[in-house]
Every structure is written in structure tokens, then in C-alpha cells.
């Protein structure tokens, strides 16, 4: 492969890091029907992570694991309300 | 398809020592950690999705990922019952507890993002120094232009990727 070739002598451990487990980094062209963007990376979960660091951020350090449980299926019922196809009410989604 | 990811936060408990405090009251002293969140989203072809389970566990061990990845089997996340793929980062001990509960029947697909911000990181120990920066620039360049290249060469067939990466 070209790119490994032309960059293997001048930056060896990225090179090394870049063959680790390549085959399974290219295994998203086995699963056709949906699109690509979505199964290559995890950005649909980095999106949601981002939302539910937004609740972390407002309590800035949970009082007891209870809490955070409650905390973080809110926040998470919420999400899922929005996504859903059925109709929802306003207070469901905010 | 199943995404598997976490998210670091951090949490108060209570200890059993009790402790007086500045009004000489009896309270149980309170200790602070960081706790990690495993999430699991799962998303279907018809554009649905939702976050299927989660579980709040001290470090990203194994037995964490394994509880959540077991629990998720027992609920029905199986190949048989139409699970394509499972798309993770690079966390080895995840990719083991996956392997231990599903076998290697389902697709596994490491998060390109993820991977490229890796050699974008060694790459950094590599090539270091600011005379390098258009060297490492290129370097990025081309790692991703291989993703991107492969998906306009050989769209429908696995064996022509393999052919083209050999």
C-alpha cells in the first residue's frame, strides 16, 4: 500500500498504529443498506455523549452513584423521546 | 448495529467515618472519584435509534464491558436476531469481553476517528518539532485519503478492498 510505503521510514510507530487491526477498520464495506457515514465511526454516540456531559457539567459532581443513575436515565429518556417516530409532547422531548 | 463508547464523570460518596463538622455536627465524611459511563446506543437501517443500556463502573475493565455486553445478549442483542455489527473504539478489553459473549460471528468495525487520531498522536512523537508540521499535515492527509479512496474504488466487493490493500 502506497501510504504505507512512503511514510514507514520517516514515522514508524504511527505507521505501526495505522496497520494495528486494519482489517477491521475497513470492515464497514461488508454491511450494505446503510449509510456509510453512520458505521464507521461512533459519532452518533460522541453526539450523545455530548449531551449527557451537558447534565454532568450543570452538577458538576454528583452527590451519590442514585443520583447520577436518575440523572443520566432522564437526560437519556429525553433523547430517546426525541428520536422516536411517534408523536411526542413538548415536555417529553425538553 | 450496536455503538459502544464512555464517558468519564465524576461522583461524591459517602465513607463510613464520621467526621464532626464546622458546627460540630455528626456527618459522614464524603470522598470524590471519577466513575466511568459505558453507553450502548443501538441504530436501525430504517433510521431509528436509541441508547439500549448503560452501566456506571469504576474503570473500563473487562467485567465492566462484559456485564453490559452480557446483559445486552440476554436481551435480545444477538447475530441470530439481526445484529449486523458492533462499531467500537480502540479499547482492547472491550473488543475481549465482545469476543467472549458474541464469538466472531458479528462485524466488528473499529471507529475510523478514533483510529486516525491515534497515528495523528504517534505521529506527533515521529515527526516532532515545528519544522515538521506541514510533513505531519501531509501525513494525515494521506491516512485519510485511504478511507476515502477505497470507498470510491471497489464499492460492493470485500475481496477487491483486500486485493487493493495487499
Not at chain 2, 64 to 93: C, K, S, Y
Request: aromatic share 8%; charged share 30%; proline share 2%.
Amino acid at each position: 500500500m502506497e501510504f504505507v510505503t512512503t511514510w514507514r521510514e520517516r514515522a514508524p510507530k504511527a505507521v505501526a498504529t495505522f496497520e494495528r487491526d486494519f482489517e477491521q477498520t475497513i470492515a464497514y464495506y461488508r454491511l450494505q443498506g446503510t449509510a456509510r457515514e453512520f458505521i464507521r465511526t461512533t459519532s452518533l454516540l460522541k453526539r450523545i455523549n455530548r449531551e449527557l456531559r451537558r447534565k454532568f457539567r450543570q452538577v458538576c459532581c454528583f452527590g451519590s452513584p442514585k443520583g447520577a443513575q436518575v440523572a443520566i436515565f432522564l437526560q437519556v429518556k429525553r433523547l430517546n423521546a426525541g428520536w422516536s417516530k411517534e408523536k411526542q409532547t413538548w415536555w417529553q422531548i425538553s | 448495529m450496536v455503538q459502544f463508547d464512555d464517558i468519564w464523570l465524576r461522583l461524591q460518596n459517602q465513607t463510613e467515618t464520621v467526621k464532626p463538622d464546622k458546627r460540630h455536627r455528626k456527618r459522614h465524611e464524603r470522598r470524590g472519584k471519577k466513575v466511568v459511563l459505558l453507553v450502548a446506543l443501538g441504530f436501525w437501517q430504517d433510521g431509528r435509534r436509541e441508547i439500549v443500556d448503560w452501566q456506571m463502573s469504576d474503570n473500563e475493565g473487562k467485567a465492566a464491558w462484559e456485564q453490559l455486553v452480557h446483559r445486552l445478549w440476554e436481551r435480545g442483542v444477538r447475530p441470530e436476531n439481526g445484529l449486523q455489527a458492533v462499531i467500537r473504539d480502540g479499547n482492547g478489553e472491550l473488543g475481549e469481553a465482545l469476543a467472549l459473549v458474541d464469538g466472531t460471528s458479528v462485524v466488528e468495525q473499529r471507529c475510523i476517528f478514533h483510529k486516525l487520531q491515534n497515528v495523528v498522536d504517534k505521529c506527533r512523537k515521529d515527526l516532532k518539532g515545528k519544522s515538521k508540521k506541514e510533513e505531519r499535515q501531509a501525513l494525515l492527509e494521506q491516512a485519510r485519503a485511504v478511507y476515502h479512496a477505497q470507498s470510491i474504488g471497489s464499492h460492493n466487493s470485500v475481496d477487491g478492498v483486500c486485493h487493493y490493500v495487499a
